[in-house]
């Protein structure tokens, strides 16, 4: 028998009820002793970011092959020690280290991770084989190797797809590059990737002509851009299983060096993409999308045919004549509201808002809602170099990742300082996800003369995707490279040689297993056996409460196709579903006992 109660629950437990008490927690770093200057590609850096329901932490990150250590493990060097491996890791919520691969004899480079609600862990990037290595490899921390396929030289494939499940074990690989690859192309690459709850993937990407897929998607386009001014923008879906889906083309036309970037942000509760990226890489490049000519830093939607729904873009350039740049992905809250990271000069006007930075190279974070109209601007207040890189959504705290490179940054009254001439300055800047109001300004530490950068300096054109995540327990996860010594409080890093390692940190508490709640429930649905679930209907976000603890927990939509699950292991827990679009779903849940419940969730 099920019955109704109604019922009010505060949100006592929500991000911005312990803003204040948040604190950085750890620090972790990786890396080897070789350094960019030595070797084939770019410095050491962390390349995305990623978490899961479990407050897990998912990176990767590009490094050399000489004397290789993460978070403590030494692996060992493999053949030539100038390539760059991709070395993709896995966090607890506590900092420990839960495992790592590293995909080596390819010179790899990472550049999205992902992860879905049913135990999949998507990576993709490059591995181009400069220097001949042969069979790409992806070995773990007990050096059990896989191999992933034969690169020869020249060339052929260099962009991948690469499934792990959350416990680090290989699933599958894809290259969608045609086996027969041209000079041409070979051109093409990713651009970013996103993952739907249900595993469904979706690749950006700058396309030349060709059959991709395995000769599924024929691409066939007259002009373009690129060093053979013959790519465009797609993108590439893929199911869970590995197996294409479709693809489709974007409207941009670009003119310039090399490519337009561009990165994405799924919104699968409303079936489509947001794509968040800059006019090019150099001046005078020049983009159109749609017809509609970009200045510079642009935020469009568009539908899953790649049909453009609206498109946001500067209004006019700062003092000066210096446009916006963008930095890395945009973010969605449960609500879908669209939150970007910009780095302006005083009086950049974006979207019909004007950002008055008291000064130059300012920080600037701006919320839109669905339809793509400003709800709030915050920036930050300096006389030098500030950038914001990445934000992330926690509940009703915005958490700001940038850097700085000035005596003194304000973000509202909280202000940073240090001495002249000291390098650059990884920072953390908490904004109230309702009004933007700034609730306090962190900063990590180095000496005076060295550097800790976000991913890539803190930049987007040809750098990562992401250098920040939040869980949903109310903590955030940053990333980025440091030449020497790093410092949050409680840990202290080093660089063990070469000119950069990455890290990996967290900010916030040491809660990692109660949910920030932050709606109010107004409908709990009881079962004879003690199982409670609320509010229900919800806009999204449910609580599993039992009289013993709950085993697994699957989600399915009317037609059976399952979209979410999670083995929960305690008498209760909260299970955001937010993403999903609205609509009817059936659970069904398992007892200590073995019983199995099942029942209907509305997610309005």
């Known amino acids: 028998m099920q019955r109704s109660l109604i019922t009010v629950l505060l949100a006592a437990l929500s991000c911005s009820t312990f803003a204040q008490s948040q604190a950085w927690q750890w620090a972790r770093r990786g890396g080897s002793q070789a350094s960019g200057m030595q070797a084939y590609g770019p410095s050491e850096d962390l390349d995305d970011i ?4 479990q407050g897990n ?10 004397n290789i250590d993460v978070a403590g493990y030494q692996f060992p060097t493999t053949g030539d020690d100038r390539i760059s491996m991709i070395c993709i890791s896995s966090f607890k919520c506590d900092g420990s280290l839960r495992w790592m691969k590293m995909m080596y004899g390819c010179d790899g480079l990472g550049r999205s991770i992902k992860v879905d609600t049913l135990g999949g862990v998507y990576v993709t990037g490059y591995a181009n084989n400069i220097g001949n290595h042969g069979t790409c490899t992806l070995e773990d921390a007990t050096q059990v190797d896989t191999a992933l396929g034969q690169w020869p030289y020249p060339i052929n494939r260099s962009w991948f797809l690469l499934k792990l499940d959350t416990a680090g074990a290989y699933k599958w690989i894809r290259f969608p590059q045609p086996d027969t690859a041209t000079i ?7 651009f970013d990737m996103d993952v739907d709850p249900d595993g469904t993937i979706y690749m950006l990407g700058s396309v030349s002509n060709g059959a991709y897929a395995g000769g599924a998607f024929i691409v066939n386009h007259a002009g373009g851009w690129g060093a053979y001014q013959n790519q465009e923008l797609y993108m590439f879906k893929y199911n869970s299983s590995g197996t294409f889906q479709s693809g489709y083309h974007f409207p941009f036309h670009f003119v310039g060096h090399i490519n337009p970037d561009a990165r994405i942000t799924r919104d699968s509760k409303r079936h ?18 749609n017809n509609q000519f970009v200045p510079s830093i642009f935020v469009a939607a568009f539908d899953d045919t790649g049909s453009m729904q609206w498109l946001r873009i500067q209004d006019s350039a700062g003092q000066g004549g210096l446009f916006g740049s963008c930095s890395n992905r945009a973010t969605l809250d449960k609500d879908g509201n669209i939150y970007i990271a910009a780095w302006c000069d005083n ?5 019909g808002t004007v950002i008055p930075n008291a000064g130059y190279n300012g920080a600037a974070v701006i919320k839109m809602d669905t339809a793509g109209h400003n709800i709030w601007v915050q920036h930050s207040d300096n006389t030098g170099t500030v950038n914001a890189a990445q934000v992330a959504v926690c509940g009703d705290t915005v958490g700001v990742f940038g850097m700085y490179a000035t005596q003194m940054m304000a973000w509202g009254t909280d202000t940073l300082t240090r001495e002249m001439n000291c390098g650059y300055r990884a920072y953390f800047t908490r ?9 306090a300004v962190d900063s990590l530490w180095a000496p005076c003369g060295f550097n800790i950068f976000p991913g890539n300096g803190g930049g987007m054109a040809g750098g990562n995707t992401g250098v920040i995540a939040s869980d949903p327990f109310g903590n955030f996860y940053m990333g980025g490279q440091f030449d020497y010594e790093l410092a949050t409080g409680p840990d202290t890093v080093y660089n063990i040689g070469g000119d950069f390692n990455w890290y990996v940190c967290k900010f916030g508490s040491t809660n990692c297993s ?10 709990v649905t009881t079962t004879d056996i003690g199982l409670k679930v609320f509010p229900n209907p919800s806009d999204g976000y449910f609580t ?3 009289n013993a603890a709950l085993g697994h927990l699957s989600v399915c939509d009317i037609t059976g196709r399952c979209v979410y699950s999670e083995m929960i292991g305690t008498s209760k827990a909260g299970v955001d579903l937010g993403m999903l679009a609205g609509g009817v779903y059936v659970y069904t849940i398992q007892s200590s006992s073995g019983a199995v419940i099942r029942g209907k969730l509305v997610l309005r």
């Open 514 to 523: 109660q949910p920030v709640v932050t709606s109010v429930a107004q409908k």
């Open 272 to 289: 489509r993409s947001i794509i968040y990226g800059l006019n090019g890489e150099y001046p005078g490049d020049s983009l159109w999308i």
């Open 50 to 53: 990623v978490t899961d329901r």
């Open 544 to 546: 599993f409460s039992g």
């Open 431 to 439: 904004l109230n996800a309702g009004t933007g109001a700034v609730i």
């Open 57 to 66: 932490v998912y990176v990767v990150a590009h490094h050399f092959n000489r």
């Open 347 to 351: 009086g950049f006007s974006f979207n």
């Open 184 to 190: 041409h192309s070979n051109n093409s690459g990713v």
